[in-house]
């Protein structure tokens, strides 16, 4: 049986070997609007629980957009010109437009990827930037959460009278699903900020999980500094498989995103009678496994479905290797999952410690293979699994090691399936029973 996996740009093909029950779980989507661009113009102008967008900027002096990175598939080449045609006409300057791009702490945009994120046209014509965590001076302190998170923002959004964001709407591994509030933080929040809020107050909460906003702690935490920073706008989309619009939710920060989760929820949702043996999973290829950082997002989608003690072979490219200096460095530090979760339990927070983290949360419960060919060998020891210098060699190692006749689940689009099974499916139902009921956070 062959299967196409998605990897690097170009994608993989395993021949899987005989012998196990496969249950290929594709990446499901709505089907893609036929009119994308009239979707879009019908969202600015006939918003969810706001005015529209270009009656919002009457008056107004300046606006910053936050757009997603380049690690996002997020459609801003489309949604960005007509948004920014209605704050021209409407009476904002171009020259006080601002569009940020929402690193987070991941690397800058280059220059050829800014030209990728939002264009070639808009990347000469207005004013477009990183956002630079690890510049404290360039954020404005709003305050503490109510529960202590000390809230820095990029001074180029609080500033601005018009506060926006584009984002896309997926599961996420911590927040449930991407999109709205974190296009603020942590997009545009200084270290300072994202340090608390991916230490181990929030990343050890099971409730902090991928597929639901439902009592979510981060999720919470995320829309009280949204609001501490005046987020005005949204912008969001769903995305079909192909990465076409297949919906639109723009307006209320808040009750906009939701309403995009409740779409993305219902369209994606696939469901298992009982967990499996193994998982052949990705990391939805291009631009996700870009970095091995990135690319972990891969096993905590597919550890919802597979038993205790049971295998995940994480197939991903790694074009740039690891990823970021510090990720890089604790990486390579720690031997074992236990000894790095006892070392950061009590210790300060060390930026991206929260990715691995969220893996070694994993690999205390499963095996873990790997076929990560740009990740350097250098790093193969310390990964809490093993690696293979050959996906075929990687497979034949999963299946060995299996009982009789296993179950094996494949997810050719790794973190864009959002897939439960037992327990967390009846969760996933009163999340969305939830998000049907109100919009309270």
């Known amino acids: 049986m062959r299967v196409e996996l998605a990897f690097g740009r170009t994608g993989l ?4 070997p005989d012998g196990p029950r496969y249950r290929i779980l594709e990446a499901r989507s709505a089907e893609p609007l036929t009119d994308a661009a009239a979707a879009i113009d019908q969202a600015l102008d006939t918003p969810i629980s706001c005015a529209p967008v270009m009656e919002m900027a009457k008056g107004k002096g300046s606006a910053a957009i936050s757009v997603c990175d380049i690690t996002r598939p997020a459609p801003n080449r489309q949604v960005l010109p007509p948004l920014l045609r209605r704050l021209e006409r409407a009476g904002i ?3 006080q437009i601002t569009i940020l791009i929402a690193t987070g702490l991941h690397r800058p945009a280059t220059g050829a990827e800014i030209r990728e994120i939002v ?18 001076a360039e954020h404005r302190y709003l305050g503490a959460t109510a529960s202590g998170t000390p809230v820095y923002i990029d001074e180029r959004f609080v500033s601005a009278d018009l506060r926006l964001s584009l984002g896309f709407i997926e599961p996420h591994l911590m ?8 296009l603020v933080a942590p ?7 994202i340090e608390v809020l991916h230490s181990p107050k929030f990343m050890r909460d099971p409730r902090s999980a991928e597929g639901s906003i439902d009592d979510n702690p981060l999720h919470r935490e995320l829309l009280e500094i949204a609001r501490m920073a005046g987020h005005t706008f949204i912008a969001d989309t769903a995305l079909t498989r192909d990465r076409r619009i297949a919906g639109v939710f723009a307006g209320h920060p808040e009750r906009a995103h939701r309403r995009g989760v409740e779409f993305v929820s219902r369209v994606m949702l696939e469901t298992l009678d009982e967990p499996v043996d193994a998982v052949i999973t990705t990391a939805a290829g291009y631009p996700l496994d870009l970095t091995f950082y990135q690319s972990i997002k891969g096993i905590t989608a597919a550890s919802h479905i597979v038993k205790p003690g049971g295998s995940i072979l994480l197939v991903a490219a790694c074009e740039e ?26 210790a300060p927070v060390v930026i991206d410690q929260w990715q691995l983290e969220k893996l070694a949360l ?22 809490w699994g ?11 190692a999963l299946v060995g090691r299996l009982p009789g006749q296993p179950t094996v689940a494949v997810i050719p689009e790794g973190p864009y399936v959002l897939a439960k099974t037992g327990a967390e499916k009846a969760g996933v139902a009163v999340s969305q029973a939830s998000l049907l009921g109100g919009d309270s956070g």
């Open 321 to 346: 290797g690891a990823g970021a200096p510090e990720f890089r460095s604790m990486l390579k530090e720690f031997p074992s999952d236990r000894g790095f979760l006892d070392r950061i339990d009590a």
């Open 386 to 396: 093993t690696a293979y210098e050959s996906a075929a060699n990687a497979l034949d």
């Open 187 to 193: 997009g545009l929040a200084a270290k300072e900020t």
């Open 119 to 136: 264009g070639p046209e808009i990347a000469e014509s207005y004013r477009v930037g990183n956002h630079n965590a690890r510049a404290l």
């Open 362 to 383: 994993v690999t205390r419960k499963v095996r873990v293979l790997f076929y990560v060919p740009g990740l350097p060998a250098e790093y193969y020891r310390t990964l």
């Open 175 to 182: 927040l449930g699903y991407s999109g709205g509030r974190k």
């Open 93 to 95: 300057p171009r020259k």
């Open 13 to 16: 093909e395993l021949n899987l």
